[in-house]
């Protein structure tokens, strides 16, 4: 069975979304994002010299919450908080895996056993870390190409990440999508490996991400 964790990103993003809104600052609008209409998903990759055994996985965030705080005339100035809560991760739904050109559907007892462990005390520890988290360091460029430096958490480990953002902006509305490869050592998990190594978990994963924000008021 291939078992793994989910490294993401989000793109990437993200700290505990405040359930109150933002208070207005001069000068700057503040966007919430809208999990409905954004997507979030990490792909992993088989390796292995039994590799066409397993299958590669995409992981699909249902519960993104998180809020932009847009300076139009400074976007340096701007921040990004995000957050994605672990227990919303669902495995290999049939539509991210066509689309993401994946083969076959994977059986649901097979989905539920590999949730199970992604979440578990090994892989992601839901119960004592319920969120991965990540907010913005520093923004770079402008519309509609950024680099968001983000500081990225998952479980208890703190890291840097790049990610290269194109975003779109509305009255009312702001886009933002991108991809960005992160890596499970990075942060402290160890692949999952069966058979000596014949069927295994790439180090590397792949987080997509386009994200939809609705500006408050």
Same mark, same amino acid.
């Given at each position: 069975?291939? !078992?793994?964790?989910?490294?993401?990103?989000?793109?990437?993003?993200?700290?505990?979304?405040?359930?109150?809104?933002?208070?207005?600052q001069q000068g700057v609008e503040v966007f919430t994002i809208d999990p409905r209409a954004s997507t979030l998903?990490?792909?992993?990759?088989?390796?292995?010299?039994?590799?066409?055994?397993?299958?590669?996985?995409?992981?699909?965030?249902?519960?993104?919450?998180?809020?932009?705080?847009?300076?139009?005339?400074?976007?340096?100035?701007?921040?990004?908080?995000?957050?994605?809560?672990?227990?919303?991760?669902?495995?290999?739904?049939?539509?991210?895996?066509?689309?993401?050109?994946?083969?076959?559907?994977?059986?649901?007892?097979?989905?539920?056993?590999?949730?199970?462990?992604?979440?578990?005390?090994?892989?992601?520890?839901?119960?004592?870390?319920?969120?991965?988290?990540?907010?913005?360091? !520093?923004i770079e460029g402008g519309p509609p190409e950024l680099l968001l430096s983000l500081v990225l958490r998952i479980?208890?480990?703190?890291?840097?990440?790049?990610?290269?953002?194109?975003?779109?902006?509305?009255?009312?509305?702001? !886009?933002?999508?991108?991809?960005?490869?992160?890596?499970?050592?990075?942060?402290?998990?160890?692949?999952?490996?069966?058979?000596?190594?014949?069927?295994?978990?790439?180090?590397?994963?792949?987080?997509?991400?386009?994200?939809?924000?609705?500006?408050?008021?």
């Amino acid at each position: 069975m291939n !078992r793994f964790w989910l490294a993401a990103v989000l793109a990437l993003a993200v700290v505990p979304v405040l359930a109150a809104r933002a208070p207005a600052q001069q000068g700057v609008e503040v966007f919430t994002i809208d999990p409905r209409a954004s997507t979030l998903w990490v792909r992993t990759y088989s390796e292995g010299k039994l590799a066409l055994l397993a299958h590669d996985h995409v992981i699909v965030a249902e519960g993104i919450a998180g809020l932009v705080n847009l300076h139009r005339e400074r976007i340096a100035a701007s921040t990004v908080q995000l957050s994605v809560p672990v227990s919303s991760l669902e495995v290999d739904p049939p539509d991210p895996r066509a689309r993401l050109g994946l083969e076959a559907t994977i059986a649901e007892w097979m989905r539920d056993a590999i949730r199970s462990s992604m979440l578990g005390a090994d892989q992601l520890d839901e119960a004592r870390y319920p969120r991965i988290v990540a907010t913005t360091a !520093r923004i770079e460029g402008g519309p509609p190409e950024l680099l968001l430096s983000l500081v990225l958490r998952i479980r208890d480990v703190e890291k840097p990440v790049q990610v290269p953002v194109r975003v779109s902006l509305a009255r009312n509305e702001l !886009r933002a999508s991108g991809e960005i490869d992160l890596r499970h050592t990075d942060f402290g998990i160890v692949p999952y490996r069966f058979l000596f190594g014949t069927i295994a978990v790439q180090d590397r994963v792949k987080v997509i991400f386009e994200l939809v924000a609705r500006a408050q008021g």
